[in-house]
């Protein structure tokens, strides 16, 4: 393991060695047994997991959201499998659960509220978070459902934009709340919810007898990287008394840069955990225990069992301070804007205006074409032609998708702390040479 970390870090190794499904099943034998195998054949099994693991950490990956390998992290992951509990209760889990409400106390002090007050918990992921966000927004308005279920309730419509993620629907559908519920708001030109339209469309579902309990806005979409102005959208959601909800699960971190943390103005302005999920069984969360049953934080999650997730964020913001996650986070921006003004002007290539460096790489073969319909036809399977080989080689990845009527294109994601100007240098030269023939 030592020495993959090791490797990972150096850029003369591949990022990937890539083999298809098939051959990848071949090479070992992955099969389970009934016997146990020797620690000899632990070991290769070991070997070969990390021989074909992707190299998250390498500083030439730039595939979805890997923020690279943190030593402390790390070292933190290594420490909460060596402890093996669980976070349900205090009586199994005391450090793990002080150490979540001083850092989600801290959190909420960055977020702007007052003292840090509120209430929150460390979930798996941003798609569980922002279902928890639906499931208090309609307790919040509708208490009686938690017993009652939906048949209780009139017809409930949430709003979120056309390019927030995919999490909002599969929610709705989980809630009982039906992804036909959920009203897609335009977005302008780079991304950001329309808040006309938005206003427009809560109006237009008042009038059908609908009940508008929810809006989702979203803090770095997952495409374009773009903000929505939470301000405007506050406003409103005021206005018609409705839940506000931030998905920050990209760009919430900009919290932390004094430099970035504009973008998400208002975002304070954001909206009860315990009693919308608590159940109190009575085997995990007896009420005469001897200490504070404020700390049995378990009855919060729809989980029982809870993974230990706080430790490795708490250790790196010991070991970092505020100020190196600042630090690190204007550093990623940066790389963002080299790689911006690099290309803007670059023969071969075309960009949106994003916050994600999103663009199309033409080669030469398709950057004269004058028929404008079978040039966004070849486009199309430029990208997707150029990382098959990227990961053929090994060299460097980088994702790719269309966008509504936008044919494939590049979508950079900068946030491993390892990359450097070289790096985006070494992305640019390499696109260009593995697409030249295209």
């Not at 070969?48 to 690279?68: D, E, M, V, W």
Request: hydrophobic share 40%; glycine share 6%; with cysteine.
């Amino acid at each position: 393991m030592l020495a993959y970390i090791v490797e990972s870090f150096d850029r003369s190794t591949k990022v990937i060695d890539f083999h298809y499904p098939n051959e990848l099943l071949q090479r070992n034998n992955w099969e389970l047994s009934d016997e146990p195998e020797t620690l000899d054949d632990i070991l290769i099994s070991c070997r070969a997991t990390l021989k074909y693991a992707i190299k998250t950490a390498h500083p030439r990956y730039f595939n979805q959201l890997s923020t690279g390998l943190d030593m402390v992290g790390l070292a933190a992951d290594w420490l909460t499998s060596t402890a093996n509990t669980n976070m349900f209760t205090y009586e199994v889990a005391p450090v793990f659960v002080l150490l979540e409400y001083v850092t989600l106390k801290k959190m909420r002090e960055i977020i702007g509220w007052q003292d840090g007050h509120g209430d929150g918990i460390f979930s798996p992921g941003g798609a569980i978070s922002n279902m928890y966000a639906m499931l208090l927004a309609r307790y919040k308005m509708f208490p009686e459902v938690k017993e009652k279920g939906m048949s209780s309730v009139p017809r409930l419509v949430a709003f979120t934009s056309e390019h927030s993620h995919f999490s909002i629907k599969k929610g709705a559908a989980a809630l009982g709340i039906g992804t036909e519920s959920v009203i897609c708001i335009k977005a302008d030109e780079r991304g950001k919810m329309i808040p006309s339209d938005l206003e427009r469309r809560i109006v237009e579902a008042k009038q059908k007898g609908y009940v508008p309990f929810f809006v989702s806005a979203t803090a770095g979409t997952t495409v374009y990287g773009a903000f929505d102005p939470l301000m405007a959208i506050a406003d409103i959601c005021k206005k018609h008394d409705i839940w506000m909800h931030v998905d920050g699960a990209w760009g919430g971190s900009l919290l932390m840069s004094r430099k970035h943390r504009w973008k998400l103005n208002g975002v304070e302005r954001s909206g009860l955990m315990q009693s919308c999920n608590q159940m109190q069984a009575c085997y995990l969360f007896q009420q005469d225990k001897q200490y504070d049953l404020s700390y049995d934080t378990g009855d919060k999650a729809l989980q029982c069992g809870r993974h230990v997730d706080i430790f490795k964020l708490w250790l790196m913001w010991r070991a970092k301070g505020t100020i190196g996650f600042e630090a690190q986070i204007d550093k990623c921006l940066e790389l963002s804007e080299y790689l911006y003004n690099k290309i803007k002007d670059r023969e071969g290539y075309e960009m949106p205006q994003h916050t994600n460096v999103c663009f199309w790489y033409l080669p030469p073969g398709v950057r004269y074409l004058e028929d404008k319909v079978e040039k966004m036809k070849r486009l199309h399977k430029v990208a997707p032609v150029i990382k098959a080989r990227m990961m053929e080689y090994g060299t460097t990845m980088v994702s790719y998708q269309p966008q509504g009527d936008k044919v494939n294109f590049f979508r950079m994601v900068i946030s491993n702390p390892a990359a450097t100007f070289e790096d985006i240098d070494f992305l640019i030269e390499e696109i260009e040479r593995l697409g030249q023939d295209l």
